[in-house]
C-alpha cells in the first residue's frame, strides 16, 4: 500500500470512536483530511467539530459540519489527529503543519487522543524529524540562540505564518531522550509559544497504518 493508502486506512479507522451527538475535536494534515472525509459520512449525526487549524476549519464547513470555537466546549470526548513521529511511550513530535499550538491545546481539552499514522511514524527515540517550535516573531532569533544551547540546530521555517501570527523554527539534531524534560524545558523560553512535543499528554490510542491492515495499540 503506499503512504496515502495507509493515511486514509487509519484516517476511516477512526470513525469507530465518533460517538453520535458528540463534538469531535479534529486535527490538521493530510492523515486529519482522510479523517474528515470519513466523518463528513456522519453529518447531520454529531453536533460538529472543533478544529485546530484554518485549513480544517474550511474543510469540515465545505462538508457543512458546523465548526465550534474552542471557549464554547468544556470538553471533548476525542480529539483525532496525525503525528510527524510516535515512540513507543505514544509520545510525539507533532507540527509539521505549523498547526501545533491549537492541536495542544485540543489535545489538552480532549479525554481521549487519539493518534493516526502510518507506519513510517513510528521510531525508538523522537528527534530525527525536526522539532518545530511556534515562537513570537520578535523573540525568533533570541529563541534561536537558547535552543543551539541544547544542541539544536535551528532553522527558520521561511514564508510560514501560522493561524496566531507566529513563525516556526525547526530545529534538527536532536536526539530526545527525555521527551518530557525537554518540552519543559523548550515551553521555558521566553517567546516560545509552544513546542511540537507532545510528552507531557501523550496519546491515548494510536492507529496504525500497516501493510497487515490497522493496528490498535492502546
Ligand atoms: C500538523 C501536524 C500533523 O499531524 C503532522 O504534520 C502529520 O501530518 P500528515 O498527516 O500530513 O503526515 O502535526 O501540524
Excluded at 532553522?155 to 539534531?173: A, K, P, Q, S
Amino acid at each position: 500500500m503506499t503512504q496515502d493508502e495507509l493515511k486514509k486506512a487509519v484516517g476511516w479507522a477512526a470513525l469507530e470512536y465518533v460517538k453520535p451527538d458528540t463534538i469531535v475535536g479534529v486535527g490538521t494534515g493530510s492523515t486529519a483530511s482522510h479523517f474528515i472525509d470519513a466523518l463528513a459520512t456522519m453529518k447531520g449525526k454529531i453536533e460538529g467539530a472543533v478544529s485546530s487549524s484554518e485549513a480544517s476549519t474550511a474543510k469540515l464547513k465545505s462538508y457543512g459540519i458546523p465548526v465550534f470555537d474552542c471557549n464554547e466546549v468544556d470538553t471533548l470526548d476525542i480529539y483525532v489527529d496525525g503525528a510527524d513521529e510516535i515512540n513507543h511511550q505514544m509520545q510525539m513530535i507533532k507540527g509539521g503543519g505549523a498547526a501545533l499550538t491549537r492541536e495542544k491545546i485540543i489535545a489538552g481539552v480532549a479525554k481521549t487522543f487519539i493518534c493516526i499514522v502510518d507506519g513510517s511514524k513510528q521510531v525508538d527515540i523522537l528527534g530525527k524529524f525536526p522539532l518545530p517550535i511556534e515562537v513570537i516573531p520578535m523573540a525568533r532569533s533570541y529563541v534561536a540562540r537558547e535552543l543551539v544551547k541544547l544542541g539544536g540546530l535551528p532553522e527558520y521555517r521561511e514564508n510560514v505564518v501560522t493561524d496566531n501570527g507566529n513563525v516556526i523554527l525547526d530545529i534538527y539534531n536532536l536526539n530526545i531522550l527525555d521527551p518530557i524534560a525537554l518540552e519543559n524545558k523548550i515551553n521555558g523560553i521566553p517567546g516560545v509559544v509552544t513546542v511540537g512535543l507532545f510528552a507531557n499528554r501523550g496519546a491515548d490510542i494510536v492507529l496504525m497504518g500497516t501493510d497487515n491492515g490497522v493496528k490498535t495499540i492502546k
